[in-house]
């Protein structure tokens, strides 16, 4: 089974960056397709970008566009979300996600939380 373990999540204030990192162990054929979530109190689970292989498909939620980028390191089986001007409204739950096929997702990470003040 794959194994996912999100790093870098903590809270920052309105404009802040942070950068989240998701390490996976397993086969590389078991996570061609990784990305992130987030889910914040009362509401539904959203997708936050999306990463196939080393980029041939990608996907960034519009509400993050612009702000958000979503990469990944084949070699290092690490996934990451760098997140700039952060806003209130991204406070949320932040979780890793893996699977073998485009938006199909298997496997799970725990979550890091992010919070934005101000």
């Known amino acids: 089974q794959v194994q996912l373990v999100e790093s870098g999540g903590g809270s920052v204030q309105t404009g802040g960056s942070l950068r989240l990192s998701c390490k996976a162990s397993g086969t590389v054929d078991s996570s061609r397709c990784m990305g992130w979530f987030r889910q914040a109190p009362g509401k539904e689970r959203e997708e936050v970008a999306l990463?196939?292989?080393?980029?041939?498909?990608?996907y960034i939620a519009d509400s993050v566009k612009g702000r958000f980028t979503i990469s990944r390191d084949i070699a290092k089986n690490m996934v990451y979300l760098q997140m700039n001007s952060l806003k209130p409204e991204d406070t949320a739950m932040y979780y890793c996600?893996?699977?073998?096929?485009?938006?199909?997702?298997?496997?799970w990470g725990q979550g890091t939380q992010v919070t934005v003040s101000s």
């Open positions: 990463i196939y292989t080393d980029g041939v498909l990608t």
């Open positions: 996600a893996a699977g073998s096929a485009w938006r199909s997702f298997d496997y």
